[in-house]
Every structure is written in C-alpha cells, then in structure tokens.
C-alpha cells in the first residue's frame, strides 16, 4: 500500500510539476504585458497623460479687466467705473439649476423669460463658467441674496466694476458700452481672448473707436481643483490691466451749457479749435442716458428712445446730413474769387427771382435785395447774388473748393457713426444718378440746396479753415501733445511782423498745407462774414456780441426740407405756419473772436425755421461761453496752449 | 532523507524557527510596510481611520500567518473539507444576514470586523481540491464520475458570490479552482468543453447581469465611449499611472488622488496611487515584490513532499499571481473594471484575513515540508 502509493505519488507529483512548468511559461508571458503596458504608459507616453492630469488639476477663471478712463481737456472724468454689486452662478456648484433658480426668483425680480435665455447660456457652456444672474444689484438686494447665501449653492455674490458715464450732454460722442453680442465676438479680432462673462465692449462713440486699447487685457485665477469642481487652491493669479484712459478735447463744462441750451430741441452744436482742431465741444440733442445700455437696457426706454420723431439716439453733429445751405455762399465766393471769375465789387442785381433755362430761380426776399455786390451779397445772403456766381463758376470748381476745405469726406478718424455727406458735381451726379448735369442744379448748388449734404462737423471744419487763413487742420477729440505747427508759424509771424512769408516756405518750414491760392481772397471772405454778423442789415445782426471779447463772424443759412410752392410764397407763408417736419433747418456758422480768431462753430436746428432766427441766438451764447473759458484752457496745458 | 514520521512531528521550535521562509516573510513585511505608506497617502497624508486600521489589521494577520505557519501540514489536510464547509456555510449566512452596501450583499456583521467570506472561499476551494486531487488516484483524475465534485463545489460558491453579485471574486474564486484542476491533471479538453459550455451559456448569463456589470464590461470595450460615466474610473486611473512617468509625482503629491479624480483609491485603485506618485520605477518595485513572493511560495511547492502540498502550493501561487495581474490589469486598463482587491497593498480586513492564511497554509508546507500527510 505504501510503496505502491509512493509510487502514485511520484508520477502525480511529476505530472503537477509539468503542469506547474506550462504555467510558469503562461505567466511570464503575462508579465511581460503588464510589464509592457507600464512601460506605454509611463514612460512613452507619460508627458500626454501629464497634461490630462494638469487638465484635470487647474482650472481657469477669467477676470473681466477694468475699462480705462475718458477724461475731458480738464481731466473731469467723463466716462468712468463704480463698483457694482453682481450676482454670479456657477452651475456645476449648484445641487440642483431648477431650484437654485426658483429661490432666486423669489430673492429677486427675474422674470421667466431672462431665467429662459440664462438656461440657454448655462448649456453652452462648461459647468464650472460663471454666469451673470444679475450685474447691477442694489445694495438692499445685495443684501438680501446675501442673507439667503448659505441655501444658494453656487450662487456668488461679487462687487465688480462697471462703466458709468456722468452726464448725459456728451452721450453721443463718447457713446456706451454694453455686453458683448455674438456679432461683436465675431468681428473683433481683439475680443478673441476675451470672452469674460460680464464683458462690455464699446458699441458707440468714442467707446466704440478706443475700445481695442481702452477695454484692458483679461486677467485670470488658475486653481487647483478636486474631481468636484471644488477649488482647493489659488495657483496663480493674473490681474489682468486696466485699460488706458484717455484725455479728450472735449470740455464737459461746455458739453453742458450746450446740452442745456439745446435742450429738447432736435439740434447739434460742433465748437473746434480752429489751429489744432480740437473739438471742444460736440453736443447733439435731444441726448439719452448711456448708463441705461451698461445693464441692458430696459424695453420701455429703448421703445421711447427709438419711437421718439426727434431720434435722440442719433449722433446729429457727425451722422445728420443737412443741405448746407446759404452757409456754403462763403465756399461759393471764395471759390469764385480763387477761380479770379469775379471781383469783390463786381455787382449784380436782385430783384427776387432771376429766370434761367425756362426756370425761376427765386432769392429768399421777394422783393429782392437790389444791387449787391460781394460784401452785401454775403451780408444779405441774396440768392440772386450768388445764383449768378455760381452759375458763372460752375459745379465743378465749386465741388473743388469744397472737397478741399472738408466737404464730402468723414471729418474724424474711425468714428464709425460719421457720415461723409455729398459734394455734387457733374462726374458724381453721373456716377451715383446716371445722369447729366442740368445748369439749374448749379444754381442750386450755389446757395447749397439740391444734392449737397453736410454733416454740421464738417461745416465747423470748413468755418475753421477760413477763419485760420486757409490752413488745412486734422480736427480731432483725444487729446495728445504733437507740436502744433499751425501755431508755430502764426507765433513766429507775430514775432517777425515784417518777413514775407512765401507759400512754398510755409509748406517746406511749417509742414502746412495751404487751401487757398491767394490769402487775400479768404481775408475778403472773413470780413463779408464780419458784415453779415456786425453790421446792420446783415442776417445775424440780432445776434450780434459787442463786446470785442466775443465779436464773431458768421454765417446763416436755413436749408429747405420740402420746397415752397408757389401759392405759399406768394401768400408768403412764414416758416412758423408750417408743420414742424416741413420747416426749414436752421443752421449757422462762425468764427471767433473777430480779430483773433480761436475757435470756430457749428449750429444745426432741425426744423428750426431761419438760421437767423433759430441758430446764431444759439451760436451767441455758446461763443461767449467758450471765449470765456479760453484762457482758463489754455493754463490747462502749455503745450499747447501757447496764446498769440 | 526519508525521515521517520515520529522525527517530523517532533520537530523543535528552534527547527521550526530555522525553517521556515525567511524571504517570503521579509517580502511580505516589505508590501506590508509599502501600503501602509500607500494608505496614509490615500488619507491626504494623515493618519486617518484608513491607516490605523490598515496597519492594525496587518500587525494582527500578519501574526495569524506566523502562527499558522505552525500549524502542521497534517492538520490542514485533515481539516480541508471542513474549512470548506464552514466558508460555505458563511456564503450561505451571507445569502440571508448579509450586509448591503452600494448595491451589493457581500459581508458579515461579526462585530469586531464585517468579514466578507467569499474572499476566504478563494482559499477555501483551493485546499478542498487539493486535498481532493491528493486523495483519489491518478487513473482516475480524468474519469467523469470523479468530475463531478470538483465542478459542484466549484460551482456552488461562484453561484452565490455571482448573486451577492460580485462578478469579480466569483471570477477569482473560479480562477483558483480551475488552476488546481489543471495541476492535478485533468485533460485539456474538459477544459475545452467546459469553456464551450461556457461560451454558449455566456449570452444568457449576460442576461442576469446587472445594469451596472454590461456597463463595465462595454466600459472597457470603450472607455471613452462615455468619459463622465462608466468610463470615467478607467480614464482617470491611466491619467494618474501615465502621469506618474519613470519617478512618480512624489510621495503624497498624487494630485490625480489627492484631488479626489482616483475612484476607490484604498481598495482597487491602490497600485494607481502608488503608481502615481512613485512611477515606473515604483510599480516596477511593486511587481518585483509580487514575483519574489509568487516565486517563493513556487519553490516551497518544489520541495514539499506531499502532493497536497504542491498541489496546495503551486495553485496558491498561481492564485495569487491571477489576483495581481488582475488587479494591475484593470487599473492600467487592459481588462474591465470587476473589482478585485491587490493582494495586501489593498484596504481590506477580508482580503488581506484570506491571504494571510493562504500564505500561513504555504508556510507550514515549508516547514512541515517532508512530513507526510495521511
């Protein structure tokens, strides 16, 4: 029994051991793949799953930069920030979005449309992105949420910063910012990494053109997170930068005399440094409050905003298209005087209305003005005048002059509102119409009616450059500290009194560019616009300032919205019997003080009537306002404001 | 060589001492002392209660498998069909007074532990089959009739552990089983057969699975099928290994574990965490110590007389080995995610309770190893 078992036992014993030996063999062989599946993993390809793990590790929080500052030339501060008590959500922290949205509805007013569209947000995004519940909280309802903080989860309260613009008078030229829209992520390259919840960007104004270097640079919070979405902790921190501030031409000061004038009136006002071109003033009516675009602006004032027949939203003074009027007589003569067609006392006669080419041509004043000549033309603004200097000059060269003194182009840089206006000629009424030019739309032109359009910036540029001597000027609103040259020569002139100053020198020394070809010829223009401000009979006479602090010169012009029938002038209707839509623009422009000018304006009245009567009253409280402030100006800064 | 049987049993402790396996020990000591620096990591570099309790729970197994190791070799033969018996009795107690946990009836409440007895089933079945093959002749391992008890008490306990359910120790348990049946010397193409049977029965056991079990298994087909879902615990596991590179992140710098994105870190994800912060080099050391400790218990095998004790040995060995490979291969993703504990390195009384007395069985083969055992 033993040794037969023993012998049982060695064969079983070898036939384990064989066995045993094949699976030995099996398990090395397995060996070597968990082997070789560690060797793939952590060593080629360890840096990949490195990064997934960093993936796994940090999260980043965008931080929304600070918008830089909008000064005015006194370093008010036009558009500036304050602190904004928002509510955030992030949703991955929440228990439950239904809930957490039922609990703040009953914290706050949110209605079920805005919950709606934030869900739609939610979605979009990854679950650790905050969104904005509400960015503009007062402090009760600030409070409020934070007293139901423990049983909001993922709800973060956050005081932020948000623009918020002063005063509404400078509301169009700064213009507003608003959140972001989908189109505005698509078009601005600049807004590529900046995708912030909360971000507002420039949608208008000067907002809008200095957004790229005003908005800032994003900043960011790196954390360490746990699989919960839990931050453990602070990694890095990237404040960002505050974006640049900008200082303006713009005198708040002004801006709110203007503003106030100006009132409900549908008018603009446009006041320029007439050396540099520093836009002191630039004020358009009626004005909004931009602060209400910061949040989202409510339906019912957008509705009132967009309903209102006066278009407060508009930027009149660079995007309202006005016929200029009898305002562009003083292109009309100097042209005529450049193109040496007439003489200063070469004279003509009124009588009214003047037929031409089977067509009456009728002056303002039916009974006519009698023999005028360039000086009482002007002083008068006798149409019959200048229906027979323009026709003599031609729409072509009128168009010329026009061109050159800022007519027909954007008068800023990138101010993506402004609009350029027309400056007919027969090669633009051919390209745009398809036409030819009939000689009664020349005579037309000549008193600025039929296809000319203006922008009131543009007729304040024009004024300008008459009043400087004829110099061209690059009108701007932020200020910098370039030399200006303009004023360098004028001042070195002064101190050399008895030097003649050739032309080709003023361009070789001074980097000017002349618009004239004679400066006797805009010297006769700038005293037919003293005429027709200072002496009587001329046509804003009445609004004359005698002080010789103020004294300007000037020039009026109505511009016609709809033509006068016959009926109505010989009934001789007066502009106030009209409907207001069917009134006459009322413009003016001026240049002074009268023997030294600084600056020059702009008035444009919507449906004013008369410019007589509508805009120089206007125009003569804003020159004195701003002579007034001139010396105080020009201490501000010495760079530029050397006087002469 | 052949020494009377009255010598063997009257071996001095001193013999005893000298005796027994002073390598195996020292290795087992070395993953002892590895996962108690693994666990206090798992707890965020604290001594928490996964800590103290592995340590403790390791200090008094160990001692179990010293002690054991003493126990004569005889003894365990004699007493195999009954250790059997009593796990299946404790699997049978678990079916009705079993603890639920996540889904799950796996445990006993014994008031000082929850035992989980299909753990101890893995080497339970593995000393019932080796005496089995020990006892009956070699002509008849491979006649049917004597087929059929290996493959009930196989069977039975697999049945029940799958309906705790608990895929992946009813898997083990079979694994260990199997691999005595193999050693013993049953034929290949009962193996063969039965793996058909297998197969054809597979679309309907497929049916009885759990939601959650097709889950894993299509998981692993496709892990980034669904990355937040099922997927998720394959993912992130490869991320904390693949990061580790060739040193390791550092000890308690596993930021994939430390930052919570390791599932079940203590038990089954335990070689990931160490993996994570001690590198290729670390997990290196890791299998080396396996392969030390799967290679010892081979050689004991080797030099013990008794069939019983090679069959218990060898089996044992390669049980073990399957735990491991197992184990490392579902955290480094190359098989489904079925929950299997690493020997030792993981958290768990039951677990870490079977091995050591797997080990301690072993051990008393070494020392007992030219004692006869009937």
């Known amino acids: ?644 | 060589m052949f020494r009377p049987r009255s010598i063997q049993s009257s071996l001095s402790f001193r013999d005893k001492l000298i005796s027994i396996d002073y390598i195996l020990v020292f290795s087992i000591l070395i993953l002892g002392i590895v996962s108690m620096f693994a666990m206090y990591s798992t707890d965020g570099g604290q001594f928490k209660y996964h800590t103290e309790s592995h340590i403790l729970r390791f200090c008094v197994f160990f001692i179990m498998f010293i002690i054991l190791s003493f126990v004569q070799i005889r003894f365990w033969h004699s007493t195999s069909y009954l250790i059997y018996i009593l796990f299946l009795i404790l699997l049978l107690a678990v079916k009705y007074f079993g603890l639920t946990s996540s889904g799950s009836q796996r445990w006993l409440n014994l008031y000082f532990m929850n035992l989980q007895p299909s753990e101890l089933m893995k080497i339970g079945l593995i000393l019932f089959l080796s005496k089995y093959y020990h006892r009956i002749p070699i002509e008849s391992i491979n006649k049917l009739r004597f087929l059929f008890l290996p493959i009930f008490v196989l069977i039975f306990p697999v049945l029940l552990v799958i309906m705790q359910p608990d895929l992946g120790t009813s898997l083990l348990i079979a694994a260990g089983g199997l691999v005595v049946a193999w050693l013993a010397g049953v034929r290949v193409k009962f193996f063969a057969y039965s793996s058909l049977v297998f197969i054809a029965l597979l679309p309907i056991a497929i049916s009885f699975l759990k939601p959650y079990q097709k889950a894993r298994i299509l998981t692993f087909l496709n892990p980034e099928k669904d990355p937040l879902g099922a997927g998720y615990q394959i993912i992130q596991s490869k991320i904390a290994i693949g990061s580790g590179g060739l040193f390791g992140k550092g000890f308690l710098n596993g930021s994939q574990s430390y930052l919570d994105y390791l599932p079940e870190k203590h038990t089954d994800f335990i070689f990931t965490l160490f993996s994570e912060e001690f590198g290729f080099f670390g997990s290196v050391f890791i299998l080396l110590l396996y392969g030390i400790i799967v290679s010892r218990i081979v050689k004991i095998g080797n030099i013990t007389r008794s069939n019983f004790g090679k069959l218990y040995c060898y089996s044992f060995a390669t049980a073990f080995f399957i735990y491991v490979v197992v184990n490392m291969g579902m955290v480094l993703g190359l098989l489904p995610i079925v929950g299997s504990p690493l020997p030792i390195l993981s958290y768990g009384g039951s677990s870490m309770m079977a091995i050591m007395f797997g080990l301690g069985i072993a051990m008393s083969c070494k020392v007992y190893k030219d004692s006869p055992v009937n």
């Open chain 1, 1 to 644: 029994m033993l040794s037969s078992g023993s012998g049982n036992t060695v064969i079983k014993s070898k036939l384990i051991s064989r066995r045993m030996f094949l699976l030995t063999a099996g398990k090395a062989i397995v060996l070597v793949g968990v082997l070789g599946r560690l060797i793939s993993l952590q060593i080629n390809e360890s840096s990949k799953y490195k990064t997934l793990s960093d993936k796994n590790r940090f999260r980043e929080w965008k931080l929304a930069p600070e918008r830089g500052i909008i000064k005015d030339y006194f370093n008010n501060e036009i558009a500036s920030n304050k602190q904004v008590y928002q509510i955030h959500l992030i949703p991955e922290n929440t228990q439950s979005i239904e809930e957490t949205f039922f609990r703040l509805k009953a914290i706050l007013k949110i209605s079920d449309k805005k919950i709606f569209s934030l869900k739609k947000k939610i979605a979009k995004q990854k679950p650790w992105e905050p969104i904005i519940i509400s960015d503009n909280l007062n402090w009760s309802e600030f409070s409020r949420i934070n007293l139901f903080l423990h049983e909001l989860q993922g709800v973060e309260p956050i005081v932020s910063v948000a623009r918020v613009y002063k005063d509404e008078s400078s509301a169009h030229v700064l213009g507003y910012v608003s959140q972001a829209s989908v189109k505005d992520l698509k078009d601005k390259k600049y807004l590529k990494e900046m995708s912030v919840p909360g971000m507002a960007v420039g949608k208008t104004g000067l907002e809008r053109r200095l957004d790229e270097q005003i908005i800032g640079e994003v900043g960011f919070q790196r954390y360490e997170v746990n699989a919960y979405g839990k931050r453990i902790k602070q990694i890095k921190v990237d404040p960002g930068k505050v974006g640049k501030s900008f200082k303006t031409t713009l005198d708040l000061e002004v801006q709110k005399y203007v503003s106030e004038i100006l009132a409900d009136k549908a008018a603009s006002v446009c006041v320029m440094d007439i050396y540099n071109g520093d836009i002191v003033s630039l004020v358009s009516s009626p004005s909004y409050d931009p602060n209400a675009f910061v949040h989202g602006i409510d339906k019912k004032y957008w509705d009132s905003l967009i309903k209102n027949d006066r278009k407060p939203l508009t930027n009149k003074a660079v995007s309202g298209l006005y016929p200029p009027g009898s305002t562009i007589k003083t292109l009309v003569a100097l042209s005529a005087l450049e193109n040496k067609i007439i003489r200063p006392l070469e004279t003509v006669k009124c009588s009214g209305k003047i037929e031409l080419f089977g067509e009456k041509f009728h002056c303002w004043k039916k009974e006519g003005h009698g023999v005028m000549n360039l000086r009482t033309g002007m002083k008068r603004s006798c149409d019959v005048y200048f229906y027979e200097v323009a026709r003599k000059l031609g729409v072509d060269r009128l168009a010329e002059t026009a061109k050159k003194f800022g007519l027909g182009k954007r008068v800023l840089q990138n101010f993506a509102e402004e609009r350029s206006g027309v400056v007919p000629s027969t090669s633009w009424k051919k390209k745009h119409i398809g036409q030819n030019w009939y000689l009664g739309e020349t005579l037309h032109s000549g008193i600025g009616q039929g296809y000319f359009q203006s922008t009131p910036i543009q007729l304040c540029l024009m004024t300008a450059q008459i009043a400087n001597g004829g110099f061209e000027i690059k009108p701007r609103i932020i200020f910098d500290k370039t030399k200006n040259n303009l004023k360098e020569y004028l001042k070195f002139k002064n101190d050399n009194p008895g030097k003649p100053l050739p032309t080709d020198l003023l361009i070789s020394n001074f980097e000017l560019k002349p618009l004239f070809k004679n400066q006797e010829n805009i010297k006769i223009i700038k005293d037919a616009m003293y005429s027709s401000s200072n002496e009587p009979g001329g046509t804003s006479y009445r609004s004359r300032l005698e002080d010789k602090r103020f004294t300007f010169a000037g020039k009026t012009g109505s511009s016609q919205v709809k033509r006068f029938t016959e009926e109505q002038r010989e009934a001789e209707v007066k502009q106030e019997q009209l409907k207001y839509e069917n009134r006459d623009h009322a413009l003016f422009i001026a240049f002074a003080p009268v023997n030294d000018p600084k600056y020059a304006i702009s008035v444009v009245v919507e449906h004013g009537g008369s410019g007589s009567k509508a805009a120089a009253p206007i125009a003569k409280k804003v020159i004195k306002k701003v002579l007034e402030r001139h010396s105080l100006r020009m201490a501000t800064n010495n760079l530029t404001g050397d006087s002469i």
